[in-house]
């Protein structure tokens, strides 16, 4: 069977990989105030932060819409010819995308399966990677949802934030005082994602970015298994440098197979802020 594997723009993973394999992407759309463009089609992850800066507010999101999802899913199975499309989808309690798509996937019957990842970013996008590498080993899609179910309870996804400032200007941080007290005194706030999908904040890193990147590395290091081999996605927003610091930390203490920075999706990184680091493992099929 021919597999199209589809994902939409809340997954981290390197960009050229889209064309290289193939992959079909539905993506969110970002509002400028009367402007509306499409993440990686409008206006790319970098011209995006550019722009970011530029603004005193922030910018609203929105979900794909049952449109886009059709376009991809006509494209893949008419237009294209693959036999079955696999939707590698963020998680539920993040956002209504894979409702969505549960929606529009009716229309096609049985030849679109859809995944939730219960997770974002480049925990997401190393399913969409392994799902276009077992696809290309022949594996049935029933092979590939049960593997990763099994993966799925084994993921890891850490953050590390270098400001609380898009979290507060989002609304989803009400205290002013203690955003003033994260400028003075320096803390630098970190949060782990519990499934299906809930940041739960932890420990933070306090004064310098190095401490919050070592922070970051040991409590990786205590959530992974030392019987388990790793891939890992950094994801970053204008952060290269801490995203590559934080990937050598951890190679030193995790056994890692395969390992990739990228930026972060708009779609996480609006709200996270410069800065922001997000870590994400899962283990190595291989």
């Excluded at 910018?59 to 376009?71: A, G, H, K, V």
């Excluded at 309870?153 to 934030?161: H, K, Q, R, S």
């Excluded at 898009?166 to 989803?172: A, D, H, L, Q």
């Excluded at 290269?240 to 990739?260: D, F, M, Q, S």
């Amino acid at each position: 069977m021919k597999i199209r594997v589809v994902t939409d723009s809340a997954a981290d993973f390197p960009i050229e990989f889209i064309e290289k394999f193939d992959i079909g992407t539905v993506a969110h759309s970002v509002h400028f105030e009367d402007q509306a463009m499409k993440i990686g089609i409008g206006i790319s992850v970098k011209e995006y932060y550019k722009l970011l800066k530029s603004m005193n507010g922030l910018p609203t999101n929105s979900t794909p819409t049952p449109q886009d999802f059709d376009e991809v899913f006509s494209e893949s199975l008419e237009t294209k010819k693959y036999d079955h499309v696999l939707y590698i989808s963020v998680s539920a309690e993040l956002s209504s995308t894979g409702n969505t798509a549960r929606i529009v996937a009716k229309k096609y019957k049985d030849k679109i399966t859809i995944f939730d990842t219960e997770s974002a970013s480049g925990v997401q996008g190393l399913f969409v990677l392994n799902a276009v590498k077992l696809s290309k080993e022949n594996k049935s899609v029933e092979e590939i949802i049960s593997l990763f179910t099994e993966l799925r309870d084994e993921y890891i996804l850490d953050v590390g934030f270098f400001t609380l400032d898009n979290v507060y200007k989002s609304g989803r941080f009400k205290s002013k005082f203690a955003l003033y007290l994260t400028k003075i005194i320096g803390i630098k706030p970190i949060a782990v994602m519990e499934r299906p999908g809930v940041l739960v904040s932890k420990l933070p890193g306090f004064f310098l970015q190095s401490h919050m990147e070592k922070r970051l590395a040991n409590i990786v290091y205590k959530r992974a298994k030392r019987e388990l081999v790793y891939n890992l996605i950094v994801s970053n927003v204008e952060n290269l440098k801490g995203a590559e610091r934080i990937t050598e930390l951890i190679k030193k203490k995790v056994n890692i197979k395969e390992n990739y920075i990228t930026d972060c999706s708009p779609i996480v990184g609006t709200n996270t802020g410069e800065g922001t680091i997000i870590v994400s493992l899962i283990p190595s099929i291989d």
